[in-house]
């Protein structure tokens, strides 16, 4: 990973997250096969021996069928371990990018330039006895495969954080730029121009926002003297939520300066 984060001159690294090698459960697949063989192995020796002796080999019908079924429990916990056993993963956070690396598989590396956006989404979810929060942060390529970072990943919460900050710090600028060159900037849910903010086929313009901003995990656009949102969207609709937060307020603020500034002298 270091050494792929020099070649594209990704800087110094910044955060890393990784899953944990899980252990294959032997112990699941061992003893039921060490029960079971032995058992099945019993049954046709008697099953032989009855059928010698008194021409009636299904008297042993019984140990067979047990014999045969703890053999199959250990086939059965055997494909489940194999089928959800899974490679381990580390994603590093660089100054300048990010890599990936599947054990057994060369890492893959990506300029923030080559970043299409990220999303994030922060669930809480309560059974009425306890209570628990989830994490899924979603770092899109515009070419390659999605990378996802989850509390599957030690760090997760922190790393997804700090990624953030670094991202918006850089896609800040370059979208923000491209706003006061009129261009439209789209969010997959959303999208900004220098008229307004949109939803779908839906527009409001700068000095009727009122506010942006995100509750429970969702977006919400507010429009002067109305009380519910103009509009609302799940936060992981929104790709670069942060940069579509700074942005709008930064618009929306300024529109209201210029509808208070005072006309100067004819």
Same mark, same amino acid.
């Given at each position: 990973?270091?050494?792929?984060?020099?070649?594209?001159?990704?800087?110094?690294?910044?955060?890393?997250?990784?899953?944990?090698?899980?252990?294959?459960?032997?112990?699941?697949?061992?003893?039921?096969?060490?029960?079971?063989?032995?058992?099945?192995?019993?049954?046709?020796?008697?099953?032989?021996?009855?059928?010698?002796?008194?021409?009636?080999?299904?008297?042993?019908?019984?140990?067979?069928?047990?014999?045969?079924?703890?053999?199959?429990?250990?086939?059965?916990?055997?494909?489940?371990?194999?089928?959800?056993?899974?490679?381990?993963?580390? !994603? *590093? #956070?660089?100054? %300048?990018?990010?890599?990936?690396?599947?054990?057994?598989? /060369?890492?893959?590396?990506?300029? @923030?330039? &080559?970043?299409?956006?990220?999303?994030?989404?922060?669930?809480?979810?309560?059974?009425?006895?306890?209570?628990?929060?989830?994490?899924?942060?979603?770092?899109?390529?515009?070419?390659?495969?999605?990378?996802?970072?989850?509390?599957?990943?030690?760090?997760?919460?922190?790393?997804?954080?700090?990624?953030?900050?670094?991202?918006?710090?850089?896609?800040?600028?370059?979208?923000?730029?491209?706003?006061?060159?009129?261009?439209?900037?789209?969010?997959?849910?959303?999208?900004?121009?220098?008229?307004? !903010? *949109? #939803?779908?086929? %839906?527009?409001?313009?700068?000095?009727?926002?009122?506010? /942006?901003?995100?509750?429970?995990? @969702?977006? &919400?656009?507010?429009?002067?003297?109305?009380?519910?949102?103009?509009?609302?969207?799940?936060?992981?609709?929104?790709?670069?939520?942060?940069?579509?937060?700074?942005?709008?307020?930064?618009?929306?603020?300024?529109?209201?300066?210029?509808?208070?500034?005072?006309?100067?002298?004819?």
């Amino acid at each position: 990973m270091r050494r792929v984060a020099r070649e594209f001159e990704l800087g110094s690294r910044q955060g890393l997250v990784w899953t944990e090698s899980h252990r294959f459960p032997w112990i699941v697949v061992l003893l039921p096969a060490l029960v079971g063989l032995p058992v099945l192995w019993l049954g046709i020796s008697s099953a032989v021996e009855q059928q010698r002796s008194q021409g009636a080999w299904y008297y042993a019908l019984p140990l067979l069928a047990l014999g045969a079924a703890i053999v199959a429990a250990a086939g059965y916990f055997l494909f489940l371990a194999l089928a959800r056993r899974q490679p381990q993963v580390w !994603v *590093g #956070h660089y100054r %300048h990018g990010i890599v990936r690396e599947v054990a057994g598989h /060369v890492p893959e590396a990506y300029s @923030w330039d &080559e970043i299409d956006g990220i999303r994030w989404r922060t669930t809480k979810v309560t059974t009425g006895i306890t209570s628990t929060t989830t994490h899924e942060l979603w770092v899109r390529p515009r070419e390659g495969a999605e990378i996802t970072v989850t509390d599957a990943y030690k760090g997760a919460v922190r790393f997804t954080e700090e990624l953030d900050k670094t991202f918006t710090r850089v896609r800040l600028a370059q979208d923000g730029d491209r706003l006061k060159a009129g261009e439209r900037i789209d969010f997959f849910g959303a999208y900004l121009d220098p008229a307004g !903010v *949109g #939803h779908l086929d %839906h527009r409001l313009g700068w000095p009727e926002v009122d506010r /942006v901003t995100v509750k429970k995990g @969702w977006l &919400e656009i507010h429009q002067h003297g109305r009380g519910k949102p103009w509009a609302r969207l799940p936060v992981e609709m929104v790709q670069n939520l942060s940069v579509f937060l700074a942005l709008a307020t930064r618009m929306s603020q300024e529109a209201a300066g210029n509808r208070r500034r005072p006309d100067g002298p004819d």
